[in-house]
């Protein structure tokens, strides 16, 4: 019943859609089938926070992660906040229940000999298909665009005599993002095939067969093709590309100062992601090279 009248809240004072409203129902029956299982004495009004703290163990134990659990957390908190103000219960039981912490999972990255086969040792051809890929390979890894920033550029953003890129990122903020003499030759040879298949030099960068602005998921389907090629990587996105080139500049003595404006990061904070993995790389490394490691 009281479960019945949370989910009609969600449905018709919160207009939550129907895909949302069943993920509330799932977490609470399982909650309920969970009293019930342990005590059948046990309800939804006598449950205290050490049940709810016993419920996440039982998660735990049966390998739910971290972001699952705190999902379900939610969903009960919200619950109880509901019963609570419609006094379905004397007292918040989830109030102050803390979830399990999330690990930070390392970004994925490629080693620069990785790079250099998929950018140096690939039989590249001169037709449009070819220039645009590795063009669009070099891009991110030399600018640590994000996908949708890619996709986003237009042939004005090109500033060749200040050698320069107008990027816009998240919020429409935009940037300017530096760029160097290997990227500027692959640039200028992309616009000559560009112009020589469409015959104009405006507009969209990067244009698809049919002369479209290319769009993210074309992109992410080019760049795991060519990943697939010099990686084992589980993970082979256009977003392995940033972390890769975030993993460059601060392994040759780029500032995590620097590396956060290049990227578009709102807070240091979360550039320092890359010192845990350049870390991790370290380890590994000593542990491989040195005899009694």
Known sequence: ???????????????????????????LREFESYLHNR?????????????????????????????????KL??????YRFALKRKLVSRDPAH???GPKKTKVLP???REGEMDRLLDDIDWSDNFKDVRARTI?????????????????????????AMLLKVTGKRNK??????????ASQLRRYLEVRHQRFGFDNGALFLSDKAQRMNGEQVYRLVKHYLS?????????????RHTFATAMLNNGAGLEVIKDLLGHESVGTTEIYTHATFEQLKRVYNKAHPRA
Request: no cysteine; hydrophobic share 40%; glycine share 6%.
């Open 39 to 71: 005590d059948n004495g046990l309800s939804l009004d006598s449950v205290d926070t050490d049940l709810i703290r016993d419920w996440m163990e039982s998660l735990m134990d049966k390998g739910n992660i971290a972001s699952t659990i705190n999902g």
């Open 174 to 183: 935009q940037r300017i993002v530096p760029f160097g003499e290997e990227l």
């Open 137 to 161: 390979l070099i891009l991110f890894y030399e600018s640590g665009l994000r996908r949708a920033e890619l996709v986003g550029l237009d042939v004005s953003d090109i500033d060749f005599d």
């Open 96 to 98: 102050g229940v803390v």
């Open 1 to 27: 019943m009281m479960i019945d009248r949370f989910l009609d809240y969600l449905r018709f004072e919160r207009n939550m859609s129907p895909l949302t409203v069943q993920k509330y129902e799932d977490t």
């Open 108 to 110: 994925q990255f490629l």
């Open 74 to 79: 939610s969903a009960l908190r919200s619950f």
């Open 229 to 241: 090629m010099v990686s084992t990587l589980k993970k082979r996105s256009p977003h392995v590309l």
